[in-house]
């Protein structure tokens, strides 16, 4: 087992390497590696007096926190799966999660979606979280009250590097949902291997200093905020939390903890450099891509290859993040970049045959940021992992200068602000509406969220009256808000290839555009 890994590792060195350092930060909690690394063995010991051992999983519901992280790592000193859930979801959306992961654990905020599930195995954040982990039988300082206390031995208790001998770093530890392409989200597991692997990537290619202060601005819950969170903690680094988005805090919080990186993109870029308009804030500490003259002056334009590529590159969830960066090739023809050093990408015909370069293929890839399958979905898996490759569900070419370009997905997918809409899944909640025959979605231009939803509906014959709102309303209820139709059309009969509706002929007809790639 000496070259093994695992996040736990991780946290464990850094515990006896940056004693001093500042690793956590939210709110009014913060943690230096040592005191991180207490709290974490006390949690698992919770976690495991609770019942939860290797291959379990325990499931995080709510907002960004520093208990993600916590989690997380955790489960990494058990051998056990961590999921962050999509606190955006829907009662019916959270349900099926809860199906599916069949979590051993779940840690919660209160919430109106979240409210209905309640079960007895769930663990309420804040003070009762406090008050559970203090529980734990090892580490010391922990109290009923929930007061963290002092600290432990870094490598004591459950988290001993010495004696530990759930350290499978080529096991899953984290699960992370991926959007419902096929009409049902599925689970990708990713193991501290992969997970290691990527941040080392990143945190060169971003060129990580000692000091990196990285902001969690975005959700934990999608693999943009996390793999920087894990690239942070991996070069010992402060990652900063904040429940949600919100322009003015962002800048309170980069004056007040000097930080270097945050998970901003687009608009919310925007919103941050209107809502410092007036120079409140030093916000010069944030060493970060050039966006804007306003933005620019406030913020340090970075020289990485990471921000002079204006983060470019080719990504998704089961390759840990990032698979290609820009930042790698600097003058490329192909925007995506080159392959992260740790991985190999094939351009594959559907016979599996490489094409030659200007010809487009389907993205495969492997190496050692890799998912290792999805959970529960062996068809699935087996589907998406042959051959000894990955493939990926996206169409790209590989350029005369050995650069990628992503073409778009091979199944339809709708980008509305940084989330994935798969068709399928709102065409089957739409029909579920009893007043709904059949239905097809695209995706129409949008100038704040680049695209939005746009049901085209077909009523049935016995169907009363039904507005644009009812079918919107009856989505929204269901999926996330996010994915309900901003605009619906009703008409006579939707236009089909075969079983599958003719989304070039109702782009045609209805607006669509601005897809992935196009």
């Known amino acids: 087992m000496i070259h093994r890994l695992t996040l736990s590792d991780v946290l464990a060195e850094h515990a006896r390497s940056r004693p001093l350092v500042t690793a956590v930060v939210d709110g009014e909690v913060r943690l230096t590696y040592p005191e991180l690394d207490a709290r974490v063995t006390r949690l698992a010991d919770a976690l495991a007096a609770r019942g939860v051992a290797a291959g379990d999983r325990v499931l995080w519901l709510g907002r960004n926190s520093h208990a993600v992280l916590e989690l997380l790592l955790a489960a990494s000193r058990l051998g056990a799966v961590f999921c962050p859930a999509n606190w955006r979801q829907s009662t019916g959306e959270l349900a099926f999660v809860l199906d599916d992961l069949a979590p051993k654990a779940v840690v919660w905020e209160e919430s109106e979606a979240a409210a209905p599930l309640r079960g007895d195995d769930w663990i309420l954040m804040g003070a009762g979280y406090e008050t559970f982990l203090a529980g734990g039988s090892g580490g010391s300082g922990g109290s009923a009250d929930g007061d963290p206390g002092g600290t432990s031995d870094p490598g004591g208790g459950t988290g001993d590097d010495t004696g530990d001998d759930t350290g499978d770093d080529t096991a899953p530890v984290l699960a992370l949902y991926t959007a419902a392409f096929d009409g049902r989200p599925a689970a990708a597991l990713l193991s501290s291997a992969a997970l290691v692997a990527h941040s080392v990537s990143l945190l060169v290619v971003r060129q990580m200093e000692p000091g990196f202060t990285f902001l969690n601005s975005g959700p934990l819950f999608h693999v943009g905020t996390m793999m920087f969170c894990l690239a942070t903690l991996q070069i010992g680094g402060t990652n900063v939390f904040t429940p949600a988005f919100d322009a003015e805090e962002v800048c309170r919080l980069v004056e007040a903890e000097k930080v270097t990186q945050a998970f ?3 608009r919310m870029i925007d919103e941050v450099a209107e809502a410092n308009g007036d120079g409140r804030y030093d916000l010069s500490s944030l060493r970060f891509v050039s966006h804007s003259a ?16 204006k983060m470019g590159g080719y990504g998704q969830t089961e390759v840990g993040g990032m698979l290609t960066f820009l930042g790698l090739a600097p003058g490329a023809a192909g925007p995506a970049g080159r392959p992260s050093p740790l991985v190999q990408v094939r351009i594959l015909d559907p016979d599996g045959r490489e094409v030659p370069a200007g010809e487009v293929g389907e993205i495969c890839a492997r190496g050692r940021s890799l998912f290792s399958g999805y959970l529960n979905r062996p068809e699935l898996t087996a589907a998406r992992i042959r051959d000894g490759w990955h493939h990926t569900g996206d169409l790209g070419r590989r350029e005369a200068d050995g650069t990628i370009t992503f073409v778009g997905p091979r199944l339809r997918m709708i980008k509305s602000g940084n989330e994935n809409v798969y068709p399928a899944e709102v065409e089957r909640v739409l029909k579920t509406h ?13 100038d704040r969220w680049h695209q939005v939803v746009k049901a085209v509906v077909v ?25 309900r139709p901003r605009h619906v059309a009703f008409v006579e ?14 782009d045609a007809a209805h607006g669509g555009g601005g897809y992935p790639g196009g």
């Open 264 to 266: 901003l993109f687009g």
């Open 434 to 446: 009893p007043a709904v025959a059949d239905a097809a979605v695209i995706g129409v231009p949008d």
């Open 493 to 506: 009969a939707i236009p089909k290839k075969g079983f599958t509706p003719d989304y070039d002929a109702l």
């Open 294 to 309: 306003a933005w620019d002056a406030m913020t340090t334009v970075d020289d990485s290859p990471w921000c002079r590529s």
């Open 459 to 483: 009523l049935a014959d016995d169907a009363g009256p039904v507005t644009a709102e009812d079918v919107a309303e009856h989505v929204r209820a269901r999926i996330a808000s996010y994915k």
